[in-house]
């Protein structure tokens, strides 16, 4: 009902502002309307729809509510307002004006702000500050003193991230272009394993290990490509080309050992008899 509320007030001689008036004695005055509405509108009228509820004080409004003589103006509204009012009105805009949610973020690490569960990025060198936020329904927008520094579409679903390429810093965007084919050269550069480790880690869902893939080829500056193509060697050997596994390996020294098989390694329990193991005689006699 607020909105009939409105049409009635601000069509037809109620002095509804949304600025506080400058006296404040006279607020009971100006809010009184509103509660004439409520009074002598709403009770024992029934609705069946939003439409029916205008049309409804649309009718009240011009026949009743509006021929009244009006307790402080002494003056039936609907006068009041062709004849003072209604020359003081302004023309709508042609455009509506945009409704928009300002909160103030703080920039994390990762040059990212958060709104709404998602992330938007924004130049790197404001990490750890403090910068205003301006979302509507189609995009968010980023302040710094006053000055737009990123723009964004809104996005809905949470935990998605808008980046801009520009806002990371340099080596960041020198990460972000190391593709799937770059790290397929890279690889086969630092031996035949571990290129067929990276084909094996694209054989599905590329893009969702190529941050795998950027890390094994990464490894090779730590360890060095002897050793990372020994770990790419042991880890095929196990059936597990991922980067946990190549990092298990170089970091446990396990690609300096000796390769042995599977069997080879397992306890002497299994090897050389079991404690509680019987022959097959023993079994059938019973």
């Known amino acids: 009902m607020q909105r009939a509320y409105a049409e009635c007030a601000e069509g037809f001689g109620f002095r509804?502002?949304?600025?506080?008036?400058?006296?404040?004695r006279k607020k009971g005055i100006v809010e009184s309307g509103v509660k004439?509405?409520?009074?002598?509108?709403?009770?024992l009228r029934?609705?069946?729809?939003?439409?029916?509820a205008n049309r409804q004080v649309a009718d009240w409004?011009?026949?009743?509510?509006?021929?009244?003589?009006?307790?402080?103006?002494?003056e039936k509204p609907l006068t009041r307002f062709a004849s003072v009012e209604k020359a003081l009105l302004l023309p709508l805009p042609t455009v509506p004006p945009v409704l928009a949610t300002w909160v103030k973020v703080t920039v994390h690490p990762d040059t990212h702000v958060k709104?709404?569960?998602?992330?938007?990025?924004?130049?790197?060198?404001?990490?750890?500050?403090?910068?205003?936020?301006r979302a509507t329904h189609t995009s968010v927008q980023v302040f710094h003193e006053h000055q737009l520094i990123a723009s964004h579409p809104r996005l809905k679903d949470p935990g998605r991230r808008s980046t801009v390429r520009d806002h990371q810093p340099l080596e960041a965007q020198a990460y972000q272009l190391r593709d799937p084919q770059w790290c397929l050269e890279a690889a086969?550069?630092?031996?035949s394993a571990c290129a067929a480790l990276i084909e094996a880690l694209f054989a599905d869902r590329v893009l969702d290990n190529l941050r795998a893939a950027q890390g094994i080829v990464r490894l090779a500056k730590t360890y060095g490509s002897a050793r990372l193509e020994a770990a790419c060697v042991r880890a095929l050997s196990f059936g597990s080309p991922?980067?946990?596994?190549?990092?298990?390996?170089?970091?446990?020294g396990l690609d300096q050992q000796a390769a042995q098989s599977s069997f080879d390694a397992l306890a002497e329990t299994y090897t050389r008899g079991g404690r509680?193991?019987?022959?097959?005689?023993?079994?059938l006699t019973h």
């Open 242 to 252: 991922r980067y946990r596994t190549v990092k298990t390996i170089l970091a446990k």
């Open 46 to 52: 029934e609705f069946r729809s939003l439409a029916d």
């Open 61 to 74: 409004v011009m026949g009743e509510a509006g021929n009244r003589c009006h307790g402080t103006t002494r």
């Open 188 to 191: 086969t550069r630092i031996g």
């Open 276 to 283: 509680f193991c019987r022959d097959t005689k023993s079994l």
């Open 36 to 43: 004439y509405v409520k009074r002598n509108f709403l009770p």
């Open 16 to 24: 509804i502002s949304p600025c506080p008036p400058a006296d404040p």
């Open 115 to 133: 709104f709404g569960l998602c992330l938007y990025s924004v130049p790197f060198r404001l990490v750890g500050q403090e910068l205003w936020l």
